[in-house]
């Protein structure tokens, strides 16, 4: 089956720092890969995806892109804000099979003023 | 916007209590699930409907059941509520076609048994 590795937290940053959350993937076939998001107290809610190898998604300043050849898909963000404090979670689905998401174990990021 | 919403944000039980977690969904998604959270663990998938009365276990099916008699609402069962039943219950649907993939969550139920 699939498997999603991703890095341990939590992570901790100051305010306006650059974030790397990195994720890596085994699936077979061509999956979509997804980040979600969940903040305190609340469901996870999808951030952004991407369906094939070399595609980027984006949403409220951050990014991922499929990397195929290297079985990755790293979330980052420019600079980051006390409201992106939250657990972030990297997800892969396969086309093929069954629809159901494997989930990582979760990344926790603080930020801090 | 997709809405999916859980009976309860906090429910407190006792040992032995049949509990029933409801979930319902506005989108006419087909397909909906429940999970359990817990520190460390991430997330676990308990049982999961791609139908009205279908049902599939998932990874941790054991001391629950579900039900769903109508398309937008899935309910999980404790039959028995034991205290290792305590966490945090995600309920989540999906569409059909490529969109299936995406899941739409609900805000969640933390479980106390006590």
């Known amino acids: 089956g699939n498997s999603v590795t991703q890095m341990e937290g939590p992570v901790t940053l100051s305010e306006e720092a650059f974030l790397t959350i990195n994720c890596t993937y085994t699936?077979?076939?061509?999956?979509?890969l997804f980040w979600y998001v969940q903040y305190p107290g609340e469901g996870l809610q999808l951030l952004l995806k991407a369906t094939k190898a070399d595609d980027k998604g984006s949403n409220k300043g951050f990014e991922a892109t499929y990397r195929k050849e290297t079985t990755s898909f790293h979330l980052e963000k420019g600079s980051v804000q006390v409201s992106d404090s939250a657990v972030y979670f990297c997800?892969?689905?396969?086309?093929?099979?069954?629809?159901?998401?494997?989930f990582g174990r979760g990344t926790s990021l603080i930020v801090h003023p | 916007d997709v809405k999916v919403t859980q009976s309860s944000r906090y429910l407190v039980k006792r040992t032995g209590e049949k509990v029933f977690l409801e979930c319902v969904q506005d989108m006419d998604h087909e397909n909906m699930f429940w999970y359990r959270q817990d520190p460390g663990l991430g997330l676990r998938l308990i049982y999961f409907?791609?139908?009205?009365?279908?049902?599939e276990k998932g990874d941790i099916p054991e001391g629950y059941s579900v039900s769903r008699e109508k398309k937008e609402r899935f309910s999980l069962i404790l039959e028995s509520a034991s205290t290792n039943q305590t966490s945090m219950y995600l309920c989540a649907s999906s569409g059909r076609g490529t969109s299936r993939h995406e899941q739409y969550f609900g805000p969640g139920t933390r479980l106390t048994v006590t």
């Open positions: 699936a077979t076939g061509y999956p979509s």
């Open positions: 997800a892969c689905s396969s086309s093929g099979g069954s629809y159901i998401p494997t």
């Open positions: 409907s791609y139908d009205v009365k279908m049902k």
